[in-house]
């Protein structure tokens, strides 16, 4: 499981040190594709190849369907760890998610998501002010 925020930077060749924490569960192989919100997502294959099989079976005939497994799937990218814990991040990943130099990467269970810092401190003062009302309606979830 991941869980927690790492403040981290992106090299000029793309690179950006992936927290400890979560490098034994990425594992050796793992998947960044395009997240929603303007992050990238980050799953261990074996996460991936759940995901995989789920919006495989998604309907064609539906149009948010194939939109949806179009814009996940062409933003994949398979990668690995370097020596130093190093991820390399494909330069349209980089342009999507607007990451920079400064970044944020936060474990959210079964993923981890890489966020420019800017974007993320907007966000997370924007969902702040309305935790309550999201808990509340979370309810129904049985959380």
């Known amino acids: 499981m991941f869980m927690g925020e790492y403040r981290h930077t992106v090299d000029a060749k793309g690179r950006m040190i992936v927290p400890a924490k979560f490098r034994e569960g990425l594992g050796e192989q793992f998947v960044l594709t395009r997240g929603l919100d303007q992050c990238l997502f980050g799953y261990p294959m074996n996460e991936w190849k759940l995901i995989e099989e789920k919006l495989k079976a998604l309907p064609l005939t539906k149009k948010d369907a194939r939109a949806f497994t179009r814009f996940f799937f062409s933003g994949a990218t398979e990668c690995e760890l370097d020596k130093q814990g190093r991820v390399n991040i494909a330069s349209s990943l980089l342009n999507y998610a607007k ?31 309305s935790f309550a009302e999201i808990a509340e309606n979370m309810i129904g979830f049985d959380i």
């Open 99 to 129: 990451l920079e130099k400064e970044c944020v990467v936060i474990g959210v269970s079964n993923r981890i998501e890489l966020w420019s810092k800017v974007i993320w401190e907007q966000y997370t003062e924007e969902q702040e002010d």
